[in-house]
């Protein structure tokens, strides 16, 4: 029984890697699942056991996504121990990292655009990490980082529509490998514009610092 469900578990896998793969490169009406299962090494009969249809496959990418943005914004949340810029400066660069290299966060970016996943966007990755930027922003508030004034909820909005604008045109150009320095640019640029005066002196003195890892107690 262990072996069969390890097996199955295996199947499902392939199934949504190799349709994320299908997605990226198709988007979700251009796909094919042929072509899926011939990717996934899966047969019709073991794709229809996983998922009802191809909506169903495109959801559980989804879903697989945001598990991955919730394991980056997990281990982000909890560094306490540093300045909340700092932070978000660490989250925005693994988000590029997860765009630049994870196919399943490819396919999620090019699925929640077509019409079909419009309403996805409101529970998809960016939500996920965006709660957390949010929350890192309200910190900042709180710690005197930002300018008086600013509005943590606009500061995140701005910086969401800003990341994915950059990463939208990564597709335009077929190039994401400087992915990272476009998303931290884009962070750097709203920060001089809404970051506390004193955080950006500091900041222009010494830049970004090396963050050591947190050690568990």
């Given at each position: 029984?262990?072996?069969?469900?390890?097996?199955?578990?295996?199947?499902?896998?392939?199934?949504?890697?190799?349709?994320?793969?299908?997605?990226?490169?198709?988007?979700?009406?251009?796909?094919?699942?042929?072509?899926?299962?011939?990717?996934?090494?899966?047969?019709?009969?073991?794709?229809?056991?996983?998922?009802?249809?191809?909506?169903?496959?495109?959801?559980?990418?989804?879903?697989?996504?945001?598990?991955?943005?919730?394991?980056?914004?997990?281990?982000?949340?909890?560094?306490?121990?540093?300045?909340?810029?700092?932070?978000?400066?660490?989250?925005?660069?693994?988000?590029?990292?997860?765009?630049r290299s994870d196919v399943i966060v490819q396919a999620e970016f090019r699925l929640i655009i077509e019409p079909e996943f419009y309403a996805d966007v409101q529970s998809g990755g960016g939500q996920v990490w965006g709660r957390t930027a949010h929350a890192l922003a309200t910190r900042a508030q709180s710690e005197g980082l930002l300018r008086d004034g600013v509005d943590p909820a606009k500061f995140t909005r701005v910086l969401a529509a800003s990341l994915a604008g950059r990463r939208y045109m990564a597709d335009l150009i077929a190039n994401s490998g400087h992915i990272a320095e476009w998303f931290e640019e884009s962070l750097e640029v709203i920060l001089d514009a809404m970051a506390s005066p004193e955080w950006l002196e500091e900041f222009r003195r010494t830049g970004w610092p090396t963050i050591e890892p947190l050690v568990a107690d």
């Amino acid at each position: 029984m262990a072996r069969q469900q390890e097996r199955a578990r295996r199947t499902r896998a392939s199934l949504v890697e190799a349709a994320a793969i299908e997605f990226a490169k198709r988007g979700y009406a251009a796909a094919s699942v042929n072509t899926i299962l011939e990717g996934s090494r899966a047969t019709k009969g073991a794709m229809y056991f996983h998922f009802q249809s191809k909506e169903d496959l495109a959801r559980a990418v989804l879903t697989s996504a945001i598990d991955s943005f919730g394991e980056i914004t997990e281990r982000w949340s909890a560094r306490t121990d540093l300045d909340p810029f700092v932070v978000l400066h660490g989250l925005v660069l693994d988000i590029a990292e997860l765009f630049r290299s994870d196919v399943i966060v490819q396919a999620e970016f090019r699925l929640i655009i077509e019409p079909e996943f419009y309403a996805d966007v409101q529970s998809g990755g960016g939500q996920v990490w965006g709660r957390t930027a949010h929350a890192l922003a309200t910190r900042a508030q709180s710690e005197g980082l930002l300018r008086d004034g600013v509005d943590p909820a606009k500061f995140t909005r701005v910086l969401a529509a800003s990341l994915a604008g950059r990463r939208y045109m990564a597709d335009l150009i077929a190039n994401s490998g400087h992915i990272a320095e476009w998303f931290e640019e884009s962070l750097e640029v709203i920060l001089d514009a809404m970051a506390s005066p004193e955080w950006l002196e500091e900041f222009r003195r010494t830049g970004w610092p090396t963050i050591e890892p947190l050690v568990a107690d």
